[in-house]
């Protein structure tokens, strides 16, 4: 008689996941991976969104496409350190990585604080040594910021992946309200606060602690999420298998998972990369108006965070269940770059206001629920033992667009 094999953890969990769904109460686990994915892009959008300080501080340095370069290379090389250590399987392991990684996000937001509570050294524009010392600790605190994000992304991701779609979701719609969170808080107290260095500076800091805050409360979230009963629920049969990847195992996972998936791979790193091409660096820098003068990048950017919330929020109600016509919509979003450039140089009339916003909210919009669509359909689109490969495999290639879009993003200078 033939011996059965025993299903593995995935397998087993696919069982579960066929199954009549547990309730999760008071919908707390959707709740938790939101705020875990607003915490994940929470600094990179509190670092962004002080344009204004960091362009008084160094207005040579074309700080916003500094921090882009910085911040998505740190974050895809720990990506790319985790798949080729096995993975992010485990609760433990879960855990240690989140808990590090927020640490590490904490600390780095509030370097811009101390520097300027310890000394005020970045804000001495006249003292050319302390400033250059100030923007070298500024940049290594962003680097630091991608490691975390690396880190925490590329978990929280992985574990989402092998979870019922609303959680990935979840996920994604949470990165993009901590986007529209700060732009709020950018809008208050560039409204009450004067344009002055010290205004500018207070401003700044006030954004970098309620980031810190923020991130204090997601390291509850993260140690309390494997303790629901729904998490349980889904998790228990992955948690009985034991058996850890090796390095080698890993990398020959990771290419045959990227072969099955090099659509929507292609897809996400399309979107991106046409995204962080554009967006902040162009609006925040190469745009005019008379009319909202030094507000009309404030608005444009709030703009498009809004619109990517949106995006992303479409996808708890409707998604196209199509990989393919989605990877489509990726590339399409090509016909970004002739439509900017034609409101940089074009006519008069195109460089308005309206039409600007317009192509601002396009963007924003594509952006998000393209990204969510493909975030959710991808782990679902292979075997369950390769979902939450397959979900890191994203991860890396949406890093990937990122850096790649941080470096095009400079073009956008000439």
């Not at 992946?161 to 994604?172: C, D, E, H, I, S």
């Not at 709030?302 to 016509?325: F, H, P, R, W």
Request: hydrophobic fraction near 50%; charge should be positive.
């Amino acid at each position: 008689m033939a011996q059965l094999k025993e299903p593995s953890g995935m397998q087993k969990l696919q069982v579960v996941m066929e199954a009549e769904p547990i309730r999760d109460t008071c919908r707390l686990v959707y709740v938790i991976h939101f705020m875990l994915g607003a915490g994940n892009l929470l600094p990179w959008n509190a670092l962004i969104t002080a344009v204004d300080y960091f362009g008084q501080l160094y207005p040579a340095r074309h700080v916003e496409r500094v921090f882009s370069v910085a911040y998505m290379g740190s974050s895809l090389f720990v990506l790319v350190l985790m798949l080729s250590w096995g993975g992010c399987r485990g609760k433990q392991r879960f855990r240690i990585r989140m808990n590090v990684g927020f640490c590490m996000f904490v600390a780095s937001v509030m370097v811009t604080p101390l520097l300027d509570w310890e000394g005020n050294i970045i804000g001495s524009n006249n003292n050319n040594i302390n400033n250059a010392v100030g923007f070298a600790a500024i940049v290594a605190s962003v680097v630091v910021c991608g490691l975390a994000d690396g880190l925490i992304g590329g978990s929280l991701v992985g574990s989402a992946g092998r979870l019922p779609k609303q959680y990935m979701q979840a996920v994604f719609a949470g990165t993009a309200s901590s986007g529209v969170l700060v732009c709020i808080l950018r809008i208050i107290t560039k409204a009450s606060l004067p344009q002055t260095p010290q205004g500018l500076r207070t401003s700044a800091h006030f954004y970098f602690i309620v980031t810190a805050f923020i991130l204090l409360a997601c390291i509850i979230c993260c140690n309390l999420l494997y303790k629901l009963p729904t998490m349980q629920h889904y998790c228990k049969p992955i948690l009985q298998d034991h058996h850890i990847p090796t390095s080698s195992s890993s990398r020959h996972l990771f290419w045959d998972v990227a072969r099955k998936i090099r659509w929507p791979a292609l897809g996400i790193f399309m979107i991106y990369t046409v995204t962080l091409s554009i967006f902040p660096g162009f609006i925040a820098e190469n745009l005019k108006s008379k009319i909202l003068q030094d507000w009309y990048p404030v608005m444009l950017i709030a703009t498009y965070n809004v619109a990517d919330l949106v995006g992303k929020s479409l996808t708890a109600t409707y998604v196209v269940e199509s990989i393919g016509k989605t990877t489509w919509g990726c590339i399409a979003r090509l016909v970004f770059y002739p439509l900017f450039t034609v409101c940089l140089h074009g006519p008069k009339w195109l460089k308005t206001e309206v039409p600007m916003a317009f192509l601002t909210i396009s963007l924003g919009l594509t952006n998000g629920y393209l990204t969510s669509v493909l975030m959710i359909l991808t782990p679902k689109s292979v075997s369950t033992d390769e979902a939450e490969v397959s979900a890191v495999v994203m991860a890396v290639f949406l890093g990937m667009g990122l850096v790649s879009g941080s470096v095009l993003g400079w073009f956008w200078i000439i």
